[in-house]
C-alpha cells in the first residue's frame, strides 16, 4: 500500500520568502513522485515528476523538488515565492502497475503576502 | 492537444435525482481515470480504464456509480440516486506512452463541480 502525507495544511510566505512544502510518503516499491498545483475550481495542473535519475527535478515556474529516498520525503521548494504562487499545492505517489493510479496528499494551501 | 474537457463544469441537483457527467480524454490516449475530490481533501482514485475496458474499481465506487467508456474514447459516470455526501468534484484524467510520456503522468480535466441539496 502507499501513503502521502503533507506537513502543514496551511503555508503562509512573505512574497520573494523561500518557499518549502513538505511532502513525506510510503510506498513497498520505488515510487514515482508528482506535485500538482490546483487553483481555484480548477483541474489539476503538474508541476514536476521524479520517475527515475536524478534525485533533483526542476518543474515549472521556478519549483523543483529533491527525492530524498532515506527520508521518504520528496519536499517541493522555491526560492522566492511571487503573488500568483498562491494556490493549493498536492503531492502524489503512484508506481509502476496497479493502473498507475495516483494516491495524493491531503493538500497544503500556500498563502504569498506582500 | 486539446487537453481533457468536462461536461458540465458545475451541477446542482436535489438529492435522489440521476446525474451523468462526460470526460473527453486527449486524443490517442487510452488511459482514462475518474477521481473524486471532497472539500479540503486531495483527490481519491475512482476507476480507470483502458481502452474501452473498466480495469479497476475503488471501493469508493459504490452500487449507485457506474462509468463507462463505450468505445475507447470519451468516458460518462452516472450517479443514481444522488446523495448529499456525493457532493464534490469529480475529475477525469487520461494517459498513454505515446509521445515517451509513461502512464503515470496524468493530465487532468478541470473537473465537474457536483452539488447535492
Known amino acids: 500500500a502507499q501513503s502521502v502525507t503533507q506537513l502543514g495544511s496551511h503555508v503562509s510566505v512573505s512574497e520573494g520568502a523561500l518557499v518549502l512544502l513538505r511532502c513525506n510518503y510510503s510506498s513497498s516499491v520505488p515510487p514515482y513522485l508528482f506535485w500538482y498545483v490546483q487553483y481555484p475550481n480548477q483541474g489539476l495542473q503538474l508541476l514536476l515528476k521524479?520517475?527515475?535519475?536524478?534525485?533533483l527535478v526542476k518543474g515549472i515556474n521556478g519549483f523543483e523538488a529533491e527525492f530524498k529516498k532515506s527520508e521518504t520525503s520528496f519536499p517541493l521548494t522555491k526560492p522566492s515565492a511571487h503573488m500568483s504562487d498562491a494556490a493549493e499545492y498536492f503531492c502524489?505517489?503512484?508506481?509502476?502497475?496497479?493502473?498507475?493510479?495516483?494516491?495524493f496528499g491531503t493538500g497544503t494551501q500556500l498563502k504569498v503576502e506582500l | 492537444d486539446t487537453g481533457v474537457s468536462q461536461d458540465p463544469r458545475h451541477k446542482i441537483t436535489k438529492r435522489g435525482q440521476n446525474v451523468t457527467f462526460r470526460c473527453d480524454p486527449i486524443s490517442e490516449h487510452n488511459r482514462l481515470y475518474w477521481y473524486r475530490q471532497t472539500l479540503g481533501q486531495g483527490p481519491e482514485f475512482l476507476t480507470y480504464?483502458?481502452?474501452?475496458?473498466?480495469?479497476?474499481k475503488s471501493r469508493l465506487l459504490s452500487d449507485r456509480f457506474s462509468a463507462e467508456r463505450p468505445k475507447g474514447s470519451f468516458s460518462t459516470l452516472e450517479i443514481q440516486r444522488t446523495e448529499q455526501g456525493d457532493s464534490a468534484m469529480y475529475l477525469c484524467?487520461?494517459?498513454?506512452?505515446?509521445?515517451?510520456?509513461?502512464?503515470?503522468?496524468?493530465?487532468f480535466g478541470p473537473g465537474t463541480r457536483l452539488t447535492v441539496l
Open positions: 480504464f483502458q481502452n474501452e475496458a473498466q480495469l479497476e
Open positions: 484524467a487520461s494517459s498513454s506512452l505515446h509521445r515517451g510520456y509513461s502512464y503515470n503522468e496524468q493530465f
Open positions: 502524489a505517489v503512484t508506481f509502476t502497475g496497479g493502473g498507475n493510479k495516483l494516491t
Open positions: 521524479y520517475t527515475t535519475g536524478a534525485t
